[in-house]
């Protein structure tokens, strides 16, 4: 089956504004996630998913420039963008990713296409989230180019649109087609997304430290920094895991 990896990323987030393209040990955040997931074994092809906006041009033309494929659509259904890049490559698996993971991990990426093909007749959509045991900021979803297209032509509300899989979710979950990969324990207290100053802080000293070592450094070689310098981690512990998904829930 064809498997095509769908990063989304724009430079106009509200909390911290063109942090995408912020650099850590001399490299765009961006650039670090794409590099991290063109190591995983299971994908076929690699986008970035971003707007028309000409915001987002600084990020389009950075990710072309190393050789990445951009796919630029609307900016409010993030949906619409998954359709074009799914229906362009004539997808048959999807994985979502979002660009304010640059810890993005190609193993737990890996482990959940892996769950998905092993057994595709029982899967419509698989992920590491339900219920969430990795730290926030390695979250994968994987889902069938088919229940996209059912998304894309039935989802109807700012939720469904603009963070893309929760309709998938609700039929996946209604028809019984819904798995989860799971850590080795409850991490999800673990914050390594970057949505604020102080999440950017921390993950630019992560790759500070161990991407001169070890480029190919992977979501455990940060669990053994952290436990050697617990305290660096708290810089970020006062924020909520999916604060922005929360916030479009209320609405």
Request: with cysteine; net charge negative; hydrophobic share 40%.
């Amino acid at each position: 089956m064809k498997v095509v990896a769908i990063v989304q990323a724009r430079m106009s987030s509200t909390r911290l504004p063109g942090k995408v393209l912020l650099e850590a040990a001399g490299k765009p955040l961006i650039l670090h996630l794409f590099e991290r997931v063109e190591r995983c074994r299971s994908i076929h092809a690699l986008w970035l998913a971003t707007s028309q906006e000409a915001e987002d041009d600084i990020l389009a033309s950075t990710v072309e420039r190393k050789g990445y494929r951009v796919f630029r659509g609307s900016l409010d259904h993030v949906l619409s963008r998954y359709w074009h890049i799914g229906k362009q490559e004539k997808a048959e698996v999807i994985v979502r990713l979002t660009g304010d993971c640059p810890l993005h991990d190609p193993e737990i990426i890996d482990a959940v296409v892996g769950r998905f093909l092993k057994n595709p007749k029982e899967y419509e959509y698989v992920s590491n989230v339900l219920p969430p045991t990795y730290p926030d900021g390695l979250d994968a979803e994987v889902f069938t180019f088919d229940s996209l297209d059912q998304a894309y032509q039935k989802a109807t509300t700012t939720l469904e649109v603009e963070h893309v899989t929760p309709y998938i979710r609700e039929g996946a979950l209604a028809r019984g087609r819904l798995g989860n990969v799971s850590a080795p324990a409850d991490f999800s207290h673990l914050r390594w997304t970057v949505d604020e100053k102080e999440d950017f802080d921390l993950i630019r000293e992560v790759f500070e430290e161990l991407y001169p070592l070890k480029p190919d450094f992977g979501w455990l070689d940060v669990l053994a920094w952290q436990t050697r310098e617990p305290n660096r981690f708290k810089v970020n512990a006062q924020y909520q895991r999916n604060e922005g998904l929360q916030r479009s829930a209320r609405h």
